[in-house]
């Protein structure tokens, strides 16, 4: 596991070529120049370094041997996809409170087919049990060409399913899973495919890359909001 390997994807899939924890010190401890990991979190992996099964097989403790970053933001265990990791803290601020208004998005793979009506109230937003969401995107793609999961989703034979791309300007726990639910169509599937200027174009999953400090911060700072 590490750098870039394996799967390649240039752009986001279903869309047309275009442009397309809390805060730590914000210096390294090392003294060495602050980064911007991008990592493409598998299937099965905490978004922390330590706490997980007895033999650390399921943290980022396993995929990422750089000392002193931390997650900017979380994503479930059973999710997949984009994770920030930095050793600057206001930078990690910066990308994890939606108050800086990075845009998430996210190719979900719900139960059923949402008809135009349910997606508009998706937009809209939604109130859930912890009070109304902000208006959201979200809009039916072609089935992505993503890597296959490990372990496979599990599917009804009996029941259809597509694809959606959604982009959240906030960050409840499970949001998209439980809104995606409360419109009827529960989430099979759930890859997050970029924050802000950042995205998985060409990471296999377990593998990632470091910018440096000052690009990163060049990106956000370049990018709409």
Not at 19 to 38: D, H
Not at 146 to 163: A, N, T, Y
């Amino acid at each position: 596991l590490g750098r870039d390997r394996g799967w390649d994807m240039r752009r986001m899939p279903g869309q047309r070529a275009g442009n397309g924890a809390g805060p730590r010190p914000s210096r390294p401890a090392t003294g060495k120049p602050a980064q911007l990991i991008l990592l493409n979190k598998p299937y099965g992996i905490l978004s922390q370094f330590s706490g997980g099964a007895a033999e650390g097989g399921d943290t980022l403790a396993a995929l990422v041997d750089v000392p002193h970053v931390y997650p900017a933001g979380r994503l479930d265990k059973d999710s997949e996809g984009l994770l920030l990791l930095t050793d600057d803290g206001r930078l990690q601020a910066e990308i994890a409170d939606p108050r800086f208004k990075l845009p998430k998005t996210y190719l979900v793979q719900v139960e059923g087919e949402p008809d135009e009506a349910a997606l508009a109230v998706f937009r809209k937003g939604l109130t859930l049990a912890d009070g109304p969401t902000r208006p959201a995107g979200c809009e039916r793609i072609a089935p992505p060409d993503l890597w296959p999961r490990d372990p496979p989703v599990r599917f009804r034979k009996s029941v259809p399913d597509c694809w959606l791309r959604v982009t959240l300007r906030e960050g409840r726990n499970r949001q998209v899973r439980r809104m995606t639910a409360a419109i009827g169509h529960p989430t099979l599937r759930l890859v997050r495919w970029a924050i802000g200027p950042f995205t998985l174009g060409g990471l296999a999953p377990g593998a990632w890359r470091s910018l440096p400090l000052a690009e990163a911060r060049h990106l956000i700072d370049s990018a709409p909001r």
